[in-house]
Structure formats: structure tokens, C-alpha cells
């Protein structure tokens, strides 16, 4: 099976989540035929429910991944290059990109990127995201115990960081940079790392990509409030809710006039994942409340609230690409020294 490149996508979800019970980490998820019921992953550090392997998500739909682009593109500052400012549509494209690598026939490619969709931050040991990359955080997960960690914990705010250096170094190579072709070529790859970067940070704003409640309250972990346990409620909620009830106005009005400022890039993108995890708790009040049901007519919290999830998104998405451009000088500056010693 090939994922599909662009276009309807929750609407596929949706069609394929009614007719096989799709259910796994994050959008349309796994055939219980390939995954268990239960929607849950690998073992907990601390000797918790167990936890299933189940497969990693397909985020928020091609609808919400272009609204977060594109809300973000066009609240940028003026002081961006040009080039930047005028690539709009060009973002606004790369924002599903990495949901249309998917490919289960494609192995090696599929298992390089697959867990940086979402981090189950119940599972990641105290310390842990302390880790100086990715390779140590993972050494970490090992010796805590957790089985196949890469599957059961994920990478996600390790993604965001590592594009987010990338696209920073860019920058401060294209500034130095004469005109001609390599600017061009440099130019290219600016873009496609801006693109890719606001896939992930799009994934963190939707609280099923930060937790083990990825697809259903987790089962083996206490739920007194009843939340629902429905295995299709993650492609329900991201791709089929969203195309049926949340324009891309509902999210736009939502958007500050001025990208927010950062602090240290690792920390802010770090507490960014950890708010969309506290919103775990309300997503799953609304949905026992109200219910996210793209076939009838919504609630305004529920509507409320997953286009507020997306201008999250969208405004640290706008965040990170200006600070990215911000520090690209200090980056350039260094390297200068460096050549000078």
C-alpha cells in the first residue's frame, strides 16, 4: 500500500479507517489485522501497562500541514530574504512532504524516518530528554529498559532541532553567499529544510503526536473520566474533523501579527512539545463532551480548539523560521572567527 501524495488525504483516512478499523500512532494507523486492539506500544521504564508496538502516524491530514504553512509564510517579517518571502506556495506543498515518504515497500527508507512523528512522553525516563542528540537519548532509553524505544518513545523534538540547525546553518551560508548558481542551489535547499521543518512542528501541536494516548485512551493505564478508547478517534480528530468543520480562516484570525520571540531554540522547542502533551487531558474532555464527528454539526469548542491547535502550530513554525534567520548571523560571525585563528 502507498499512502497517497497529497490532496483528499483525510478524506482516504476517514474512508479507510470506516471500512478496516484503522487505529494506529497517529492518523490513519494500522489494521487491527497488523496491530493489536488494545493501541498500545512497548514496556514502561517503570514496569507500567505494557505496551504494543503499533505503527507510527500519518499527522494531521494534508489539509491541517498546509493551513500551519501557510499561516506561518504569511506572517513573516519583511526583513527575511525575498526569496523566502515569495515561496509561499512552495512551503505551503513541503508541509505534508514526509507523510508522502510513507511506503511499507520501501523498508529502509520508511523505518529512517518513521518514529519522528511523535514522542509518548509518559515513556521517556526522568532525565532523559537531557540527552546532548538523539544517539544518547536513545542510548538512555535502552538502558532504562524500554523495548524497541525507537518505536515506543519516537523522536520527535529531536527532528524539529536537528531541521531547525540546519536551516539556520543554511542561512548563514547563503549570507556570505556572492550571486550566481551555488545561491541558487543554496536557496533550494533553504526551502526544502523550511518545509520540512514545518511538517514536524505542525505534528507537536496535535496532543495525539506527544502521548500514549495516541489513538484511544491507552489501555493498562487508569482512566476514571471514561475517555474514549475508539481506535479510529486520532484520523477522526486530525484529518476527517478538521477538512469537515475548520477552515483555514478559523486558524489565520488566530495568528499574532509578529512571530513570537524564542529563547534558546532546544528549550522553547522542547516546552512546545510538552504543551501540546497538557492539552492530552482537554482534547479527550471535548471528544467525551462533544464529540469530534466530522459527519454531523460541530460544537464550537471542539471547533475551537483543533483550530487553535494549528495556529499553535503555525505560530511556532513562524517562530522558529525567523529565529532561524536571526541567528544564522551569529552563526556566520562564528565561523568568520574561526577562519581568522
Known amino acids: 500500500m502507498t499512502w497517497p501524495a497529497a490532496g483528499p488525504w483525510g478524506q482516504a483516512a476517514l474512508l479507510c479507517g470506516a471500512l478496516l478499523g484503522l487505529g494506529g500512532k497517529g492518523g490513519a494507523g494500522a489494521s487491527p489485522l497488523l496491530a493489536p486492539p488494545s493501541g498500545e506500544r512497548g514496556t514502561t521504564p517503570s514496569g507500567g501497562a505494557a505496551l504494543e508496538f503499533r505503527p507510527p502516524p500519518l499527522p494531521w491530514g494534508s489539509t491541517g500541514h498546509r493551513y500551519v504553512s501557510r499561516a506561518a509564510h504569511e506572517g513573516l517579517p519583511p526583513d527575511l530574504p525575498t526569496f523566502f518571502r515569495e515561496a509561499g506556495e512552495q512551503l505551503v506543498y513541503l508541509g505534508p512532504e514526509p507523510d508522502r515518504w510513507r511506503s511499507p515497500d520501501l523498508r529502509e527508507m520508511n523505518d529512517a524516518w518513521q518514529f519522528d512523528h511523535y ?21 538512555l532509553l535502552h538502558q532504562a529498559g524500554i523495548q524497541r524505544p525507537q518505536q515506543n ?13 540546519r536551516l539556520a546553518s543554511g542561512f548563514a551560508r547563503w549570507r556570505e553567499l556572492p550571486e550566481g548558481p551555488e545561491r541558487r542551489f543554496l536557496e533550494a535547499r533553504i526551502l526544502n529544510d523550511a518545509g520540512i521543518l514545518g511538517h514536524y512542528v505542525a505534528d507537536a501541536a496535535q496532543p495525539h503526536h506527544t502521548t500514549i494516548h495516541f489513538n484511544g485512551w491507552a489501555e493498562g493505564v487508569p482512566n476514571p473520566k471514561g475517555f474514549t478508547s475508539d481506535r479510529g478517534f486520532h484520523a477522526r480528530f486530525e484529518s476527517a474533523f478538521v477538512e469537515a468543520h475548520v477552515t483555514y480562516e478559523e486558524v489565520a484570525r488566530r495568528m499574532s501579527p509578529q512571530p513570537r520571540p524564542l529563547g534558546p531554540a532546544r528549550q522553547a522547542i522542547w516546552e512546545y512539545v510538552r504543551e501540546g502533551n497538557r492539552e492530552v487531558e482537554r482534547l479527550y474532555e471535548l471528544e467525551l463532551r462533544f464529540g469530534f464527528r466530522p459527519e454531523l ?7 475551537a480548539f483543533a483550530a487553535e491547535r494549528l495556529a499553535e502550530g503555525a505560530e511556532m513554525l513562524r517562530a522558529l523560521w525567523w529565529k532561524a534567520w536571526l541567528e544564522s548571523e551569529m552563526i556566520l560571525a562564528l565561523e568568520r572567527e574561526r577562519r581568522r585563528r
Open 153 to 165: 518513545v519516537g523522536f520527535l523534538p529531536w527532528r524539529i532541532l536537528e531541521l531547525y540547525q
Open 297 to 303: 454539526p460541530p460544537h464550537p469548542e471542539t471547533v
Open 119 to 139: 514522542i509518548d512522553l509518559e515513556n521517556v525516563p526522568e532525565g532523559a530528554l537531557d540527552a546532548p542528540d538523539r544517539w544518547e537519548f536513545l542510548t
